[in-house]
């Protein structure tokens, strides 16, 4: 790629020799100048010197080179601009512009859009949402109206917006590698992109290969504010991905007792079972440093102590496993059946003996635990 320096002395190159005889100077063999930069670059430089003096006839020509030669895909021109790091907000609103008012046209592909959510360009996306869903229909009615004078209410222009918003279908363009862009902007929390985004129609409800929506993203990611405005915009609280886990089962996962609270507090299942028979409550008691205030407001809001996963064993077995005392005292403190037995006829305490817990054993032998039979 070249640098600044080298782009604007091709640029100023061009503006002076005239893109027609910079074209008639053979773009595929280039001479003096020209023979220093690539191909490609040229070619970008000069749609740009064309774009900036909005100058249609040359344009013309240079689609026609590029159909021609090959040098560059036809779709890939305002792709190229952008990755070459010179499409500026003023730019844009050229290409746009010159798309609705001419024969011309810039393809504005999936490839842009995508570059642009991941590098969090907020105006230009704005830009490009704010104008680029609007066809040249949609611009010829309203000159058409303006041309015979007929008037034009406000709620037919509104008809006319909602007519042409419907027309595309956002979320065709979000098919990426299993991903939307509205998972991919939960996942990097950027809240403004992601208003956007709904605004124009993303679906909030679209899922990847996992069978996850946006808002698993946004919980695994911690994004505590996205969380919240995609509920507030109607988000399944409820979606289950392929594995049988809700959005509540990510906030146990990662120990996020904020995230658990307003998904509880949205009407999250507390009892939901995963495809293994367990709970929120037992993810919260395996993994890593289990979270106290997290496993205490789950049984607070009704979740089953004494649940049992496809092995027989209850949450407590996985506390204990872990050797989280105060945990046990709490879960048993609230029911936990300190002598429940598993599929393999193995009780708490037995689980406490094997990862050498004396704490936890001494505790529950005081809890009236049955040593005799289990150890």
Do not use: W
């Amino acid at each position: 790629m070249i640098n600044q320096e080298k782009y604007n002395k091709l640029y100023e190159y061009i503006k002076e020799e005239g893109i027609q005889q910079v074209i008639l100077n053979k773009i595929d063999s280039p001479r003096g100048i020209l023979n220093e930069y690539d191909k490609k670059d040229i070619i970008i430089c000069l749609y740009l010197v064309a774009i900036d003096n909005e100058d249609l006839e040359s344009l013309m020509k240079l689609n026609f080179e590029i159909s021609k030669n090959k040098i560059i895909e036809e779709t890939d021109i305002v792709y190229n601009i952008y990755i070459k790091n010179l499409l500026s907000v003023n730019r844009l609103k050229k290409i746009i512009s010159l798309n609705f008012g001419t024969e011309i046209h810039f393809e504005i592909t999936t490839k842009l859009l995508i570059s642009l959510i991941k590098n969090e360009e907020i105006k230009l996306i704005k830009i490009l949402f704010n104008n680029i869903l609007f066809d040249n229909n949609f611009v010829l009615s309203l000159l058409y109206y303006y041309k015979y004078k007929k008037s034009l209410s406000n709620s037919k222009l509104q008809n006319f917006i909602i007519n042409e918003k419907k027309k595309i279908d956002l979320n065709q363009l979000f098919d990426y590698d299993d991903y939307t862009f509205l998972s991919y902007s939960c996942e990097k929390g950027n809240e403004e992109i992601i208003k956007c985004l709904i605004k124009q129609g993303a679906n909030i409800e679209k899922r990847n290969q996992l069978g996850e929506t946006p808002l698993f993203n946004a919980c695994r990611s911690k994004k505590v504010n996205i969380v919240k405005y995609l509920l507030e915009c109607g988000a399944k609280i409820n979606r289950e991905n392929i594995l049988g886990e809700t959005p509540l089962f990510i906030a146990c996962e990662i120990k996020n007792e904020m995230i658990a609270k307003i998904l509880i507090d949205y009407g999250a299942e507390i009892n939901k079972e995963d495809n293994d028979g367990e709970t929120p409550l037992f993810i919260a008691c395996e993994y890593g440093n289990l979270n106290k205030n997290l496993i205490k407001m789950l049984v607070e809001h009704g979740a089953l102590v004494n649940k049992e996963n496809e092995y027989g064993r209850t949450p407590l077995f996985y506390v204990i496993e872990y050797g989280n005392e105060d945990i046990v005292k709490y879960l048993v403190q609230h029911g936990a059946d300190i002598n429940k037995k598993d599929d393999n006829g193995n009780t708490p305490i037995f689980f406490a003996y094997k990862n050498k817990k004396d704490n936890i054993i001494k505790y529950l032998i005081d809890q009236g635990a049955d040593k005799v039979n289990n150890i």
